[in-house]
């Protein structure tokens, strides 16, 4: 896994901007994913009053990166992958990154029971605008010099 550099996009909706590409590895479909710079994340979106259950709900991150990819373009068909399919990824990531077998089987079962309605739902990819990126290069290209 190729570790990605993220920045707070949306503070209010607790939205994060992916800064770098991220290279995900399924080992059980054999597929690497791709999630392109300056897609925006909600991460896992724990609800506020079940945080407490998840005090290292950081481990979420990059398991929840190809899984809300997978969701976001789902009604596209730029993605090939199936719900339960997007699900069992989330499932393999948590217990790569060792959240603990309950912690992991909780997060899973709360997609599979609770994710349909965002599955279904027509949404719109969402990247950061062009004129965010260009702030960002403009920075970048500050810094550097």
């Known amino acids: 896994m190729q570790r990605a550099l993220f920045d707070a996009y949306e503070d209010g909706r607790q939205e994060w901007l992916l800064l770098s590409d991220c290279f995900i590895w399924s080992h059980r479909y054999q597929i690497l994913i791709k999630i392109p710079q300056w897609f925006i994340t909600d991460f896992a979106s724990i609800p506020r009053i079940a945080r407490f259950l998840f005090t290292g709900h950081g481990k979420t991150r990059y398991p929840s990166l190809p899984h809300d990819l997978i969701y976001a373009f789902a009604q596209s068909g730029l993605i090939n992958l199936t719900r339960k399919e997007a699900d069992l990824i989330l499932l393999d990531m948590c217990f790569a990154r060792e959240m603990g077998r309950w912690a992991t089987i909780a997060v899973y079962s709360a997609v599979r029971a609770g994710g349909l309605g965002s599955w279904k739902k ?21 810094a550097l010099n």
Request: no cysteine; net charge positive; aromatic share 14%.
């Open 122 to 142: 027509d949404k719109r990819i969402k990247f950061a605008s062009p004129d965010l990126i260009s702030k960002y290069q403009e920075y970048h290209r500050k």
